[in-house]
C-alpha cells in the first residue's frame, strides 16, 4: 500500500512537472535601423504561449527612463497569442541598444528582450526615415499589403517626403474600386514631409483570396504612370471561420511549412536557382490550399498539390530567375491562402541577391 502511494505521488508530481506554461517569441532582437531624435518610436514583440497550461505575464521592465512598456495583461491560453510594446523617445544621438526583461510563469526568472538602431538628428536627410525614391519624392515603403475579412476596413500609411525642389501635392493614380485614399496636407513644401492614408473597402473586392493591382505615385502635375512611379498593392480576403460547427472548431486542418524565409545569395545575372518548402498538415481534417500567388516577376513556383489530407505532405518548389531581379519592386514572395482557422495566411519570403561585382 505504502508503495501504490508513493508511486501515486510520483505520478502526479510528474504531470504538474509535465504542464508548464511556455513562452515563444516572433523574434528576441528586433533591429530599427535609423530613427529621428523627438520621434517616439514604437516596437512590439509578438508572442505564443506554446506550452499547456495559460500563460501570465506579470511585469516587463525597462532598461532607461526613455521607453514605456505595455504588454498582454489577462491571461494568454495554449496556442494564444500575446504581445509586449516598447515606446522608446531617443534622448542621445548615435546609437544605441536597448532590453526589456519580461516576468511571467512561465520561467523562475526574467526572459529578455532587445532592440537596437541609431538615432539621428537629420531630419531633412529622409533616407533614413524615407529609403525609396520616386524622382524628387520619397517613400517609407515601396508597395502596399492588406489583410482582412469581409466588412473590414483597414487603413496604410504611406509616408512622404519632398526633397525636390518644387512644392509638391501628393496623388495615388490609378486606384482600383476597392481603395481610398487621402493626402495630408494635400501640399507638401520644399523638404517637407506628409502621408497619404489608404483604405481598403473589402465590400467591393472582386473576390476571396489574394487581389494584386498597382497604383502610381504623382510626381508632378500632369504625370504619367509608369514602371518607375508604380506602387504594387496585395490584398489579402480571408475565409470567414465564424459559422464553424462544433466539430470543425475540434477537428480542423493545420499548415506547417518546413521553411517560411528562403536565401538565394550570390545569384549570377542569368542564374535559376531552386529550394523546395514542404508543406504538410498536421491536423484532423483535409487541409485546402485555397489561392497562392506569386509576389514578383523573379520567382517561379510549382506546388505539386493543393489538397492534404491529415498527416500528408507535399512540395512546393520556388526558383528564382535572376535574370529579372533588378525589375523587382518589393521582396519576393509566394502567398497562400488555406482553410486553416489558426494560420488562412501563409507567406513564404525570398531573399535574393545577385553577386556584388556583378550588376
Same mark, same amino acid.
Given at each position: 500500500?505504502?508503495?501504490?502511494?508513493?508511486?501515486?505521488?510520483?505520478?502526479?508530481?510528474?504531470?504538474?512537472?509535465?504542464?508548464?506554461?511556455?513562452?515563444?517569441?516572433?523574434?528576441?532582437?528586433?533591429?530599427?535601423?535609423?530613427?529621428?531624435?523627438?520621434?517616439?518610436?514604437?516596437?512590439?514583440?509578438?508572442?505564443?504561449?506554446?506550452?499547456?497550461?495559460?500563460?501570465?505575464?506579470?511585469?516587463?521592465?525597462?532598461?532607461?527612463?526613455?521607453?514605456?512598456?505595455?504588454?498582454?495583461?489577462?491571461?494568454?491560453?495554449?496556442?494564444?497569442?500575446?504581445?509586449?510594446?516598447?515606446?522608446?523617445?531617443?534622448?542621445?544621438?548615435?546609437?544605441?541598444?536597448?532590453?526589456?526583461?519580461?516576468?511571467?510563469?512561465?520561467?523562475?526568472?526574467?526572459?529578455?528582450?532587445?532592440?537596437?538602431?541609431?538615432?539621428?538628428?537629420?531630419?531633412?536627410?529622409?533616407?533614413?526615415?524615407?529609403?525609396?525614391?520616386?524622382?524628387?519624392?520619397?517613400?517609407?515603403?515601396?508597395?502596399?499589403?492588406?489583410?482582412?475579412?469581409?466588412?473590414?476596413?483597414?487603413?496604410?500609411?504611406?509616408?512622404?517626403?519632398?526633397?525636390?525642389?518644387?512644392?509638391?501635392?501628393?496623388?495615388?493614380?490609378?486606384?482600383?474600386?476597392?481603395?481610398?485614399?487621402?493626402?495630408?496636407?494635400?501640399? *507638401?513644401?520644399? !523638404?517637407?514631409?506628409? /502621408?497619404? +492614408? $489608404? @483604405?481598403?473597402?473589402?465590400?467591393? =473586392? #472582386?473576390?476571396?483570396?489574394?487581389?494584386?493591382?498597382?497604383?502610381?505615385?504623382?510626381?508632378?502635375?500632369?504625370?504619367?504612370?509608369?514602371?518607375?512611379?508604380?506602387?504594387?498593392?496585395?490584398?489579402?480576403?480571408?475565409?470567414?471561420?465564424?459559422?464553424?460547427?462544433?466539430?470543425?472548431?475540434?477537428?480542423?486542418?493545420?499548415?506547417?511549412?518546413?521553411?517560411?524565409?528562403?536565401?538565394?545569395?550570390?545569384?549570377?545575372?542569368?542564374?535559376?536557382?531552386?529550394?523546395?518548402?514542404?508543406?504538410?498538415?498536421?491536423?484532423?481534417?483535409?487541409?485546402?490550399?485555397?489561392?497562392?500567388?506569386?509576389?514578383?516577376?523573379?520567382?517561379?513556383?510549382?506546388?505539386?498539390?493543393?489538397? *492534404?489530407?491529415? !498527416?500528408?505532405?507535399? /512540395?512546393? +518548389? $520556388? @526558383?528564382?530567375?535572376?535574370?529579372? =531581379? #533588378?525589375?523587382?519592386?518589393?521582396?519576393?514572395?509566394?502567398?497562400?491562402?488555406?482553410?486553416?482557422?489558426?494560420?488562412?495566411?501563409?507567406?513564404?519570403?525570398?531573399?535574393?541577391?545577385?553577386?556584388?561585382?556583378?550588376?
Amino acid at each position: 500500500m505504502k508503495r501504490i502511494y508513493i508511486s501515486l505521488i510520483m505520478f502526479v508530481v510528474c504531470l504538474m512537472a509535465q504542464a508548464q506554461p511556455k513562452i515563444a517569441f516572433d523574434s528576441e532582437t528586433k533591429d530599427l535601423g535609423y530613427i529621428l531624435w523627438r520621434n517616439p518610436a514604437t516596437v512590439t514583440y509578438k508572442f505564443v504561449n506554446t506550452g499547456d497550461k495559460p500563460l501570465v505575464v506579470s511585469n516587463v521592465t525597462v532598461s532607461c527612463g526613455c521607453m514605456e512598456a505595455s504588454w498582454t495583461e489577462v491571461p494568454v491560453m495554449p496556442g494564444d497569442e500575446g504581445e509586449i510594446t516598447a515606446v522608446f523617445d531617443a534622448e542621445a544621438i548615435g546609437h544605441f541598444y536597448k532590453d526589456l526583461g519580461v516576468y511571467c510563469n512561465a520561467a523562475p526568472e526574467p526572459v529578455y528582450v532587445s532592440f537596437s538602431g541609431e538615432v539621428t538628428a537629420d531630419a531633412k536627410n529622409f533616407s533614413f526615415t524615407h529609403p525609396y525614391a520616386i524622382g524628387g519624392i520619397r517613400l517609407n515603403q515601396e508597395e502596399l499589403s492588406f489583410e482582412a475579412h469581409k466588412g473590414d476596413r483597414p487603413s496604410v500609411e504611406l509616408l512622404v517626403a519632398n526633397t525636390s525642389n518644387k512644392s509638391y501635392s501628393p496623388v495615388l493614380m490609378h486606384l482600383p474600386p476597392y481603395l481610398e485614399a487621402e493626402a495630408v496636407p494635400e501640399k *507638401l513644401g520644399r !523638404g517637407k514631409a506628409g /502621408k497619404i +492614408k $489608404v @483604405t481598403l473597402n473589402t465590400d467591393r =473586392l #472582386p473576390k476571396l483570396g489574394i487581389t494584386r493591382a498597382s497604383v502610381y505615385l504623382s510626381r508632378y502635375s500632369g504625370d504619367k504612370v509608369g514602371e518607375e512611379n508604380e506602387i504594387p498593392v496585395s490584398v489579402a480576403l480571408l475565409p470567414d471561420f465564424s459559422q464553424m460547427t462544433d466539430w470543425q472548431k475540434n477537428n480542423p486542418p493545420v499548415i506547417s511549412v518546413s521553411s517560411d524565409e528562403l536565401e538565394f545569395l550570390n545569384l549570377r545575372p542569368n542564374q535559376k536557382k531552386s529550394q523546395t518548402v514542404v508543406i504538410t498538415n498536421t491536423g484532423k481534417s483535409d487541409l485546402v490550399i485555397q489561392d497562392m500567388q506569386v509576389f514578383s516577376i523573379a520567382l517561379g513556383v510549382n506546388l505539386k498539390k493543393r489538397v *492534404l489530407k491529415p !498527416g500528408e505532405s507535399t /512540395k512546393m +518548389k $520556388v @526558383t528564382v530567375l535572376a535574370a529579372n =531581379l #533588378p525589375r523587382v519592386k518589393g521582396r519576393p514572395r509566394v502567398l497562400m491562402i488555406t482553410n486553416d482557422p489558426e494560420r488562412p495566411m501563409i507567406a513564404v519570403r525570398v531573399k535574393a541577391q545577385l553577386k556584388s561585382n556583378e550588376k
